[in-house]
C-alpha cells in the first residue's frame, strides 16, 4: 500500500504540530510540509510534490480556505481537500462542498474519524459525517429559478393574476405592502409594460404563470 | 376730553345758538308785531274818540248859535274873572280852570259888541262817557283829555279820587302833541308808568287839547311774557333731549371705541383671547374692528405658533404676513433654527448611537474571533496533546469529552458574539441557519423568506449584523413572550432599500408600551442608525413589524 501524502494548512502552529504528530503516528500516512496561509500552501504546491490529500483550514490570514478550494479545482484537480475547520455552522460546510472539497471535519474530531476520513477520501469518496451532512442541507441553497422573475415575483404575479389586492398578497405572503409594490414595479421594470393588466398579459404569454 | 364729551358740547353748543338765535328773532318779530298791532289799535281808538268829541262839540256848539237866549242865567259871570285867559270873542272856552269841583267844563260864549250876550256850560258827563268807552284796551287802556296847562281835563281811571285838573301830566307825549309831533310809541304816562301811547290834539275853536289813547306795557306785555318762558322752557327741553339723543347716540361711537380701547389693553397685556366688539352701524367702526381682528388673528396665530415653537412641535407652519412682519419672519427663523438644532443634536445623537453599536459590534467580532480563532484551536491542539498521551483510555476519553464540551461552549459563546457565517456568508444565510435552529429546538412554525440579492449584494457588514440582531430579537421576542406558533420573516432586497417584514400569530402586545421595552429600543436604534422606517402593528393573533432600511450608500 502507497503512503498517502498530505499537506496540513492551518495558520496554529501548535494545532498543525498537534495534527502532523497524530497523522505521522500511522505508518501509511505521510506528511509532506506543513504551512501557515493560502499564499505559502499554493507556492509549495507550485514546487514540491503534489500531495493526495490536504488537510485545510478555512479561517487563515492572507489566502483562505474557500480561495484555496477554489485555487485547487482549477489548478490541481489530483489534489483532494478536506476542510479542517472550528465552525460548524452549516454554511462552511455546504460552501466547502460547493467549492470542491470532499471532506468536512470540525478540528475537535476524534483521532479516528480523521483517519477515516483521509481514507475514505483517498479511496475516491467523500466525508461528511451524518450530523454535518444535516446541517449542510439546511443550508443549501435552494434550486434557483430559471425564470426571469425571482419567486416573489412569481407568486405575487399570480395572486395579482387572480385578481387580489395589494394588501391582500402583502398579508398572504408576510410581507409589507411596500414590498409588494416594489415588485410590482420591479416586475413592470423586467417585462417592459406600463400597468398589471399588461404585466399579467405578458406573463401569460411568456407561459411565466 | 372724550369724544363723547366733545360731540355732546359741539351738538348743543349748535343748537344753543340756533334755538336762541330762532327763539330771539322769533320773539323779536313777535314784539314788533304786537306793538304795531297795539298801537295801531289805539290810534284808531284815539281818533274815533276825537271825532265823536269833535262832532259833540260841534253840534252842541250848533244848537248853542240857535237857541241861546236866556243860558246866561244860571252862569255868574263874576267867575270868569278867575280864567287865565280873557273872553273877547264868541267861541268855544275852556272853563275847567274855574270849575267846582275840578271837572272838564266847556264853556259856550256868544259875545256882541264886546258883551257878553249868551253863554252856555258843558259837563263832563258826555265826554267823560265817549273817554270811557273802553272796547278794546284791556284791562289798562284810557283814553284822557290835557289841556295846554297839562292839567287833565277828563278824569284819570286810576287816580279816581283827585280831581282831573289836580293832575298834572307833562309827559313827553304830551308834549310832542303840542309840539305837533305825532309819534307813537312808548312812553311813561302821568303816573310815572311806561305805557304804549298814541295821541293827537284837539283844536275846536278856543280849545286846544291833547287827547291820549294809552295801554300800559305791562299787559300788553303779558302774553310775551307768557311766550318768552314758553319759548325759554322749549329751548331747554330741545337742549335737554340734545343731550340725551347725543348722549345716546354718541354711544354708538364712543361704546366701540371704548370696547377697542380695553381690548387692545388686554391684547398690551397678553391676553389675545378676546371677542372683537360685535358689528355696529357704522363702515368706519366696523373697518377698524375687521383690523383689529386681522390683527388679533395674525398676533394669535404667531402666538400659537411661537407656543408650538415652544413646544418643540416644529412641522407646525406658519406662513409671514409680508417682509415687513418682523414678528412671523423672526418666529419662522427662530423655528428654522430649532429645526437646524434639532437636527443637529438627532444627528449627533444617532452618530453617537452608531458609533457606540458599531463599536459594540466590533468588540464583539473582535471577541469572537479572538475565542474562536484564538483559544478554539489552542483547545484543538490540547485535545491532540491529550490524544497522544500515553495514558488510561477512560482518562483520556474524560479529558477529551472536556475539551470537546468547552470547544462547544466557545462555539455557543462565538455564536451568541457574532455568528463567524454573518461576515463570511451574509445575513441571508445566517439567519436562515438561525430560524432552522428555532424551527428545530421549538414547535414554531417559522418560515424564513430570504430574498436578498446573491449578486451584487449593497448589504454591508453593518447593515448584516443590525438585520440579524433585528431578526434575532424579533424571534427571542415572539418565542419568549409573544407565545407564538407561527412565525414569518421575509427579507427582500431591491435596488435601493431592503424591507424587512415579520409577522407572528402571539398575544400581540401594546404598540405605544412595547417601544420602551428594550429589546424593541434596541431594534428602533438600530434602524434609526442606518436612515431606516420601522412601524408596528399588534392586535393577538397577527402582530407585525415592517422595516426599511436604505441603500443608497456603497
Same mark, same amino acid.
Request: aromatic share 8%; glycine share 4%.
Given at each position: ?23 505521522? *503516528? ?10 501557515? @496561509? ?15 490529500? !490536504? ?24 489534489? *483532494? ?49 451524518? =450530523? ?52 410590482? %414595479? +420591479? ?11 399588461? !404585466?399579467? +398579459? ?8 | 376730553?372724550?369724544? *363723547? ?67 246866561i242865567?244860571?252862569f255868574n259871570l263874576s267867575r270868569l274873572q278867575n280864567l287865565?285867559?280873557?273872553i ?5 272856552? @275852556?272853563f275847567?280852570?274855574i270849575? *267846582? ?15 257878553i250876550?249868551?253863554l ?28 295846554? @296847562? ?15 285838573? %289836580? ?8 308834549? +310832542? ?74 354711544? $354708538?361711537?364712543?361704546?366701540? /371705541? ?23 352701524? $357704522? ?66 445623537? #444617532? ?19 479572538? /475565542? ?15 490524544? &497522544? ?12 469529552? /472536556?475539551? =470537546? ?36 429546538? #421549538? ?7 430570504? %430574498? ?9 457588514? &453593518? ?13 427571542? &421576542? ?43 429600543? &434596541? ?32
Amino acid at each position: 500500500m502507497n503512503k498517502i501524502n498530505l499537506i496540513v494548512a492551518d495558520d496554529h502552529q501548535l494545532f498543525r504540530d498537534g495534527l502532523t504528530a497524530l497523522l505521522n *503516528k500511522h505508518p501509511f500516512l505521510n506528511v509532506l510540509a506543513t504551512v501557515e @496561509d493560502g499564499l505559502e500552501l499554493m507556492n509549495t504546491l507550485k514546487k514540491e510534490t503534489l500531495p493526495d490529500i !490536504l488537510l485545510l483550514d478555512l479561517s487563515m490570514p492572507n489566502m483562505n480556505g474557500f480561495e484555496v478550494l477554489k485555487n485547487i479545482r482549477k489548478k490541481y484537480k489530483t489534489v *483532494k481537500a478536506i476542510a479542517i475547520s472550528m465552525h460548524d455552522d452549516g454554511n462552511y460546510i455546504a460552501r466547502c462542498a460547493e467549492y470542491g472539497a470532499f471532506g468536512y471535519l470540525l478540528k475537535n474530531t476524534d483521532e479516528t474519524e480523521v483517519i477515516d476520513a483521509i481514507k475514505q477520501v483517498y479511496n475516491g469518496g467523500k466525508y461528511y459525517n451524518q =450530523d454535518l451532512s444535516r446541517k449542510m442541507i439546511d443550508s443549501m441553497a435552494e434550486v434557483k429559478s430559471v425564470r426571469k422573475l425571482t419567486k416573489k415575483e412569481a407568486e405575487i404575479l399570480e395572486f395579482l393574476s387572480k385578481g387580489f389586492t395589494t394588501k391582500e398578497i402583502a398579508s398572504k405572503l408576510y410581507v409589507s405592502t411596500r414590498t409588494v409594490e416594489t415588485h410590482r %414595479s +420591479n416586475m413592470l421594470k423586467k417585462l417592459e409594460v406600463k400597468n398589471t393588466v399588461e !404585466l399579467i +398579459n405578458k406573463a401569460t404569454t411568456l407561459s411565466l404563470i | 376730553m372724550s369724544i *363723547k364729551t366733545w360731540i355732546i358740547i359741539i351738538i348743543n353748543s349748535l343748537l344753543f345758538v340756533v334755538v336762541i338765535a330762532l327763539s330771539t328773532s322769533f320773539y323779536n318779530q313777535f314784539e314788533k308785531t304786537l306793538n304795531e298791532k297795539i298801537l295801531s289799535q289805539l290810534s284808531s281808538i284815539e281818533r274815533l274818540k276825537r271825532v265823536q268829541i269833535e262832532k259833540y262839540l260841534d253840534t252842541e256848539w250848533n244848537r248853542f248859535q240857535y237857541n241861546s237866549k236866556d243860558s246866561i242865567r244860571d252862569f255868574n259871570l263874576s267867575r270868569l274873572q278867575n280864567l287865565p285867559f280873557k273872553i273877547k270873542t264868541t267861541g268855544i272856552y @275852556d272853563f275847567t280852570p274855574i270849575s *267846582k269841583n275840578g271837572n272838564l267844563l266847556i264853556g259856550l260864549i256868544k259875545v256882541e259888541n264886546n258883551k257878553i250876550v249868551s253863554l252856555k256850560t258843558l259837563s263832563n258827563k258826555y265826554v267823560q262817557q265817549i273817554l270811557l268807552e273802553r272796547t278794546g284796551m284791556g284791562q289798562s287802556g284810557e283814553t284822557y283829555l290835557v289841556g295846554q @296847562d297839562y292839567k287833565l281835563r277828563s278824569a284819570s281811571r286810576f287816580l279816581t279820587n283827585q280831581a282831573p285838573y %289836580s293832575i298834572t301830566a307833562k309827559t313827553k307825549s304830551v308834549q +310832542n302833541a303840542f309840539q305837533s309831533v305825532f309819534k307813537t310809541g312808548i312812553y311813561k304816562d302821568y303816573r310815572n308808568v311806561w305805557v304804549y301811547s298814541t295821541y293827537n290834539t284837539i283844536k275846536i275853536s278856543n280849545l286846544h287839547w291833547a287827547i291820549l289813547s294809552e295801554m300800559d306795557v305791562e299787559e300788553v306785555m303779558q302774553p310775551l311774557q307768557t311766550m318768552q318762558l314758553k319759548l325759554l322752557i322749549i329751548a331747554c327741553s330741545i337742549l335737554v333731549i340734545a343731550l340725551l339723543l347725543g348722549n345716546y347716540f354718541t354711544q $354708538f361711537l364712543s361704546r366701540p /371705541l371704548k370696547t377697542m380701547e380695553t381690548q387692545l389693553l388686554a391684547m398690551a397685556n397678553g391676553n389675545y383671547n378676546i371677542n372683537m366688539g360685535k358689528k355696529t352701524h $357704522f363702515k368706519e367702526i366696523n373697518d377698524i374692528l375687521k383690523a383689529l381682528n386681522s390683527l388679533k388673528e395674525s398676533l394669535t396665530k404667531a402666538i400659537s405658533f411661537s407656543h408650538e415653537v415652544g413646544e418643540m412641535k416644529l412641522d407646525s407652519n406658519y406662513q409671514p404676513k409680508s417682509k415687513a412682519d418682523v414678528l412671523g419672519n423672526s418666529l419662522v427663523k427662530m423655528k428654522d433654527k430649532l429645526i437646524e438644532y434639532q437636527t443637529k443634536v438627532a444627528q449627533a445623537n #444617532t452618530n453617537k448611537k452608531r458609533i457606540l453599536i458599531e463599536g459594540q459590534e466590533t468588540e464583539r467580532k473582535r471577541l469572537a474571533q479572538e /475565542l474562536h480563532d484564538g483559544i478554539g484551536p489552542l483547545l484543538t491542539s490540547l485535545r491532540f496533546f491529550v490524544e &497522544n498521551m500515553n495514558i488510561d483510555l477512560d482518562e483520556k476519553d474524560k479529558m477529551k469529552a /472536556l475539551i =470537546d464540551h468547552t470547544i462547544a461552549e466557545i462555539r455557543r459563546m462565538t455564536y451568541a458574539l457574532m455568528p463567524p457565517s454573518l461576515i463570511d456568508f451574509g445575513v441571508g444565510e445566517t439567519l436562515k441557519t438561525f430560524v432552522k435552529l428555532i424551527s428545530n429546538t #421549538t414547535q414554531i412554525d417559522i418560515d424564513f423568506n430570504n %430574498s436578498i440579492k446573491t449578486k451584487n449584494s449593497k448589504i454591508n457588514t &453593518n447593515i448584516a449584523i443590525s438585520v440579524f440582531r433585528i431578526s434575532q430579537e424579533l424571534i427571542n &421576542n415572539s418565542v419568549k413572550h409573544a407565545n407564538a406558533s407561527k412565525i414569518r420573516i421575509s427579507i427582500t432586497e431591491f435596488d435601493n432599500y431592503l424591507s424587512i417584514y415579520y409577522f407572528d400569530d402571539g398575544i400581540g402586545y401594546d404598540t405605544e408600551k412595547v417601544k420602551l421595552g428594550s429589546g424593541i429600543l &434596541n431594534i428602533k436604534e438600530r434602524v434609526e442608525i442606518l436612515d431606516g422606517l420601522i412601524s408596528f402593528e399588534s392586535e393577538p393573533e397577527n402582530s407585525n413589524v415592517e422595516i426599511e432600511i436604505p441603500l443608497t450608500h456603497e
